[in-house]
């Protein structure tokens, strides 16, 4: 049964920081994304990442979050530092057996996604 399960979510004061983490099994996967959606808003890439460690940001998080993978414990992490009230969301995990050759921020991309972690910034 694959499963992926975020954890680490939580309130922070602007200029905070926070890690997420996200507990993947069941299967291996190509490629692991984050992805976050606020109120009234679309789901919105954060981060991706594949096996091979290529990666890719979306622009309003460049420079202060950093994805990486933990392969022994097949475990997803999201570094976000410099936090900003705009960054709360519901932030989701997801993952996909294939990756494409042009990594995009795509949900579509993903086939397997976890319940969401919710993190909150107050200013």
């Known amino acids: 049964q694959v499963q992926l399960v975020e954890s680490g979510g939580g309130s922070v004061q602007a200029g905070g920081s926070l890690r997420l983490s996200c507990a993947a099994s069941?299967?291996?996967?190509?490629?692991y994304g984050w992805f976050r959606q606020a109120p009234g808003k679309e789901r919105e890439g954060v981060a991706v990442i594949t096996s091979g460690g290529r990666t890719t940001y979306g622009d309003s998080v460049k420079g202060r979050f950093t994805i990486s993978k933990d392969n022994a414990k097949n475990t997803l992490y999201l570094q976000m530092n410099s936090l900003k009230p705009e960054d709360t969301a519901m932030y989701f995990c997801?993952?996909?057996?294939?990756?494409?050759?042009?990594?995009?921020?795509?949900?579509?991309?993903?086939?397997?996604w976890g319940q969401g972690t919710q993190v909150t910034v107050s200013s």
């Open positions: 069941g299967t291996s996967f190509s490629m």
């Open positions: 997801a993952a996909n057996s294939w990756s494409p050759v042009l990594l995009r921020l795509r949900p579509g991309d993903f086939g397997y």
